[in-house]
């Protein structure tokens, strides 16, 4: 799919919301968006392995995940141009642009061959993406679709508050409605059926009493 080809309202939207809040996104949300230095920790990639992450924003993930994994090549996918004029400059500071590719396209239909020259990657990650995309659920079938026989899809997002008090849960739903963000409560539902659908092994967990969710679904080879 070509940029030309986005839905411009979800596009039109991220880059509204992001056009400012690029800026200080990392600052900011490093005190809420829990587990994903975790998740990039989980990834095991393989020496000259191929990762993708869908939803890579201003380039923070990725860029970690390039540092830990220095043997790997990492592909980023992104719905907003704002957002990825932050991860370019960002990347090419840490002088990780020879490793690091980036391309505007929509995580529920996209065609990675045709972005990025390749069909399938040995690791695709998603953080903190889902809770912000609709039709969230085609995203895990791309993603799954995108993994080489072994490869695995590993997410973490904002589970559902289960161990926290009442009220901590409203505020925070409160908050992220400001920004577009709604916690999927039929996440690990979906992830189980599509790991069932695809014959992958799955593994979940929940961190910091329900805050978030921590997922990797394994395809075999």
């Known amino acids: 799919m070509s940029a030309t080809e986005l839905p411009a309202s979800h596009a039109e939207l991220m880059d509204g919301v992001y056009r400012w809040q690029r800026h200080i996104y990392?600052?900011?949300r490093?005190?809420?968006l829990l587990g994903r230095d975790r998740l990039v920790d989980g990834l095991d990639v393989p020496a000259g392995g191929t990762v993708l992450e869908l939803g890579c924003g201003t380039g923070r993930n990725i860029i970690l995940a390039a540092r830990r994994y220095p043997d790997a090549h990492f592909f980023g996918l992104d719905i907003s141009a704002e957002m990825l004029e932050t991860a370019s400059a960002a990347i090419a500071r840490e002088?990780?642009?020879a490793r690091v590719k980036l391309a505007k396209g929509d995580a529920t239909d996209f065609n990675a061959g045709a972005l990025f020259g390749r069909a399938a990657f040995d690791r695709v990650f998603v953080s903190y993406s889902l809770s912000m995309i609709p039709g969230w659920e085609k995203t895990v079938s791309a993603a799954l679709a995108a993994l080489s026989p072994g490869g695995s899809l590993h997410i973490v997002d904002f589970g559902q508050q289960e161990g926290l008090p009442g009220w901590f849960r409203s505020l925070l739903r409160g908050w992220l409605r400001k920004?577009?963000?709604a916690p999927r409560e039929s996440l690990r539902d979906?992830?189980?059926?599509?790991s069932q659908r695809t014959g992958a092994t799955f593994h979940f967990r929940t961190l910091y009493r329900g805050y978030a969710w921590l997922a990797i679904v394994k395809l075999g080879h």
């Open 30 to 32: 490093k005190y809420y």
């Open 179 to 181: 920004f577009h963000v």
């Open 95 to 97: 002088g990780l642009s």
């Open 190 to 194: 979906v992830l189980e059926s599509e």
């Open 26 to 28: 990392n600052l900011t």
